[in-house]
């Protein structure tokens, strides 16, 4: 007959190993992942302790657990650091088949002497995206109140629609409102182009061709206008995208290149390659830009599902960016997209978005990425596998674009020609 443990006994390897394969079980995950039933989810790995011979309490296998998952991120964190300094433990397979189901990037950020904005990182089955909270750390799912006032209505979404199309910068001698998406590789920006695009259509459709693999699919300077209604002309939005930061270092982009863009250098169609800099020498070279060709509003895109593991490199990357955009009198925005990825609760209906408090966490931390203030950042659900297009997800989409364009036209204001007046011949 086995004899009862405490619960502040020591595990053994065995012991570890069956707590492991309870944590596994599919019905136990499914569990897992539901808020408020952590307590639950333990009491359970007890019990089914209990039926191999093994006591240890639902305290006990909380704890244990919480040490294991300890000691696993602090391994990932040194692992995705020191690439050539690979580390293990006992129980780090298990564990990593268990947590670290989400590929990554890992490495370092690093400027090529071109001035390449990419990161010295490959994708790795050994990269974590869960969030590995402890328990007691893990965000509460639910505010009782939106902590940003949103109207979830047909009608909200025609007022949208309607102040969007008729747009028109504040400045006479612009006609488009131009906004540089800019963000790392696969981060959603040519999906939101396709879904802006698509709630005016009224049907799902891929304006933006959009790919699924680790490297950028866009590979050049594509602008596109978001079309109104049928029937309708095109809006005073062009939307512009461009090759994603991180796409290695012969499709990167260098800050060089950036700048010729959002200064309206660079030509339509321009493909960016580190050896070759936009320059006077440049086929279709715009030497002296008018307006019209230049970026008034770059938005930040990035992945709600990856903030946790993008390399820390990144944050300096957005950072140096931030402050040459800045110089030259540029606003930017941030949009934070596959945010049904990390709330099932908004995955589900998302007019939750600004009631989820880990949604609200992880617009902090993207905030805390790019150097910029919570309130520039927007969540976003873009369109992926979805046929129909849905009221609720096309008003937070259109909400994105209308606060892009109340800082697009800041740009406008501020360049707006200064009158003086008719001269004055005062006769002498």
Not at 330 to 339: G, K, R
Request: charged residues 25%.
């Amino acid at each position: 007959m086995a004899t009862r443990k405490k619960s502040w006994e020591r595990w053994g390897d065995e012991e570890v190993s069956a707590l492991l394969s309870i944590c596994s079980e599919d019905e136990t995950q499914q569990l897992r992942l539901k808020p408020g039933h952590n307590s639950k989810v333990y009491e359970r790995y007890s019990v089914k302790l209990r039926e191999l011979g093994i006591f240890h309490d639902a305290s006990a296998c909380r704890d244990k657990m919480k040490k294991l998952k300890q000691d696993y991120k602090k391994t990932k964190d040194h692992n995705n650091k020191w690439g050539n300094d690979q580390k293990s433990s006992k129980w780090y397979d298990r564990l990593d088949a268990l947590l670290g189901h989400r590929p990554a990037f890992s490495g370092t950020a690093s400027t090529t002497d071109s001035g390449t904005l990419v990161w010295e990182a490959a994708e790795t089955k050994d990269s974590v995206a869960c969030e590995l909270y402890d328990d007691d750390e893990a965000p509460q799912p639910k505010l009782e109140y939106q902590w940003r006032e949103m109207e979830w209505t047909e009608e909200q979404k025609v007022s949208l629609m309607k102040t969007i199309s008729s747009y028109r910068p504040s400045c006479h001698e612009g006609t488009q409102a131009r906004v540089l998406l800019l963000g790392p590789v696969g981060s959603g920006k040519s999906s939101f182009i396709s879904s802006v695009q698509s709630v005016f259509n009224g049907r799902v459709t891929n304006r933006a061709m959009v790919g699924t693999s680790s490297t950028s699919f866009t590979k050049k300077l594509q602008s596109f206008n978001i079309h109104g209604q049928k029937g309708e002309d095109p809006t005073g939005l062009v939307l512009c995208d461009i090759v994603g930061l991180g796409g290695g270092e012969m499709t990167g982009l260098t800050l060089h290149d950036v700048l010729s863009v959002i200064k309206g250098h660079a030509p339509e169609g321009q493909k960016f390659s580190p050896d070759q800099p936009v320059g006077c020498e440049t086929v279709g070279y715009i030497k002296k830009p008018g307006l019209k060709d230049k970026i008034h509003c770059v938005a930040f895109v990035v992945d709600a599902s990856k903030i946790r593991t993008y390399p820390k490199g990144l944050g300096t990357t957005f950072r140096l960016l931030r402050k040459h955009i800045s110089d030259l009198d540029i606003h930017q925005v941030a949009l934070l997209t596959q945010i049904d990825l990390i709330c099932p609760e908004t995955a589900k209906d998302v007019t939750q978005v600004y009631k989820s408090r880990i949604i609200q966490d992880m617009m902090n931390k993207a905030g805390d990425l790019l150097g910029m203030s919570t309130s520039y950042v927007v969540p976003v659900k873009n369109y992926s596998s979805e046929l129909d297009l849905n009221v609720n997800n096309d008003v937070l989409l259109l909400r994105a674009v209308d606060h892009i364009l109340q800082y697009a036209d800041l740009y406008f204001q501020d360049n707006a020609p200064q009158h003086t007046g008719p001269k004055i011949d005062l006769g002498v």
